[in-house]
């Protein structure tokens, strides 16, 4: 009967540690986990995820104007995404592939420089080269989009952000691509607004653009410090 009650109590951390009868095996293997774990927990409460809702809704739509349409006119990402061939510098000899097929296929592998696995990347960093309007925005936009559905696998973010998950995951089997296994957390960066820091005089190093854009879109402040904790436990940076 204690067990059962233990499980389903949940008081906060020091009204449960004054009675030693009531912890479980979980709040020993918490105990020596550092604070800034909980960033990347996912829960309702956590500024990651609240942020990973506004963008997978934002990112859903291509507007024309970034390919010399005209005016605003909007697009599903969804409906309209398709995989650009690209011609792969390697130093076997240049050979063409799938762009964001083989970027996903690069983030399935290991990244980590000190990890000696035999599958890890020595040259995981990607650069696409095109002219204005070839795709080079849309293709990075869609990327995002699938590790953002796959972040958010099994969890219940509500009927709008269902159906761009469910969208996305249609337009990933429609390209022959699979759901991305390692769950990366995805950061699109417009180099153009952070490009107005620097030519108005601040001093703002990318990793704190990226925070202030953060707390921007959340109820809690994110300092740079807290997210490069949490990027070198999700990516190994």
């Known amino acids: 009967m204690l067990t059962r009650f233990a499980r389903c109590w949940t008081p906060v951390r020091r009204g449960r540690y004054s009675f030693p ?22 829960d309702a409460h956590n500024p990651l995820r609240e942020q990973l809702l506004h963008a997978i809704k934002d990112d859903r739509w291509i507007r024309l104007s970034q390919s ?4 605003e006119a909007k697009l599903w990402l ?9 011609t792969l510098d390697s130093p076997n000899g240049d050979r063409t592939v799938r762009a964001v097929q083989h970027v996903l296929e690069l983030g399935e592998a290991v990244l980590r420089q000190r990890q000696r696995q035999p599958d890890r990347i020595k040259r995981p960093n990607v650069v696409l080269v095109g002219g204005p309007g070839q795709g080079k925005s849309t293709v990075s936009q ?8 796959a972040l958010l696998t099994g969890a219940d973010p509500g009927p709008s952000v269902r159906e761009v998950i469910d969208g996305t995951r249609s337009a990933l089997a429609r390209l ?11 950061v699109r960066i417009d180099l153009a607004s ?8 601040a001093e703002t190093s990318l990793l704190r ?9 959340t109820d809690r402040d994110i300092s740079p410090n807290s997210l490069r904790q949490w ?3 999700c990516h190994g940076f």
């Open 142 to 149: 869609f990327i995002a989009q699938a590790y953002r559905a």
């Open 176 to 186: 022959g691509l699979p759901v991305p296994g390692n769950r990366r957390w995805p």
């Open 194 to 201: 952070y490009a107005e820091e620097p030519a108005s005089g």
């Open 78 to 86: 969804d409906d309209t995404a398709i995989d650009l061939p690209a």
């Open 231 to 233: 990027l070198r436990a």
């Open 21 to 42: 009868a009531l912890l479980t095996a979980g709040d020993v293997l918490a105990k020596p986990a550092p604070d800034w774990v909980s960033l990347g927990t996912f």
């Open 209 to 217: 653009w990226i925070s202030t854009r953060l707390s921007e879109r």
């Open 68 to 71: 010399g349409g005209p005016g």
